[in-house]
């Protein structure tokens, strides 16, 4: 069992940047690649970006590359979302995941492709 704890989310105007932090229990972490997600009011969750289990390969949503950054240390067993050039439309509920099948590009965005999940934390852009 893979406990996931984010921490990090808030309020935060439209430009601004916040780091999310997810810390991870369990001795398997640096095993796992991972995952965040967000879920927005009344949308469904949508995938956000991925890092691979050394960290040595990164893959990101369209609607957030060149904005975010996802990067993890394993000696902390803690992955980050560093997100910049916040916008309204960022506001959300953001979830880490380990991933449980193979890196495949094809199927980072798959849901079902991840095992563990966070309880989220919540992030408001205003405009």
């Known amino acids: 069992q893979v406990q996931l704890v984010e921490s990090g989310g808030g309020l935060v105007q439209t430009g601004g940047s916040l780091r999310l932090s997810c810390v991870a229990s369990g001795r398997t972490f640096s095993n796992r690649a991972m995952g965040w997600f967000r879920q927005a009011p009344g949308k469904e969750r949508e995938f956000v970006a991925s890092?691979?289990?050394?960290?040595?390969?990164?893959y990101y949503a369209d609607s957030v590359k060149g904005r975010f950054t996802i990067s993890r240390d394993n000696a902390k067993n803690t992955v980050y979302l560093q997100m910049n050039s916040l916008k309204p439309e960022d506001t959300a509920v953001y979830y880490c995941a380990t991933r449980a099948w193979a890196w495949y590009t094809q199927t980072m965005g798959v849901e079902q492709a991840y095992a563990y999940w966070g309880q989220g934390t919540q992030v408001t852009v205003s405009s």
């Open positions: 890092i691979s289990q050394s960290g040595g390969s990164t």
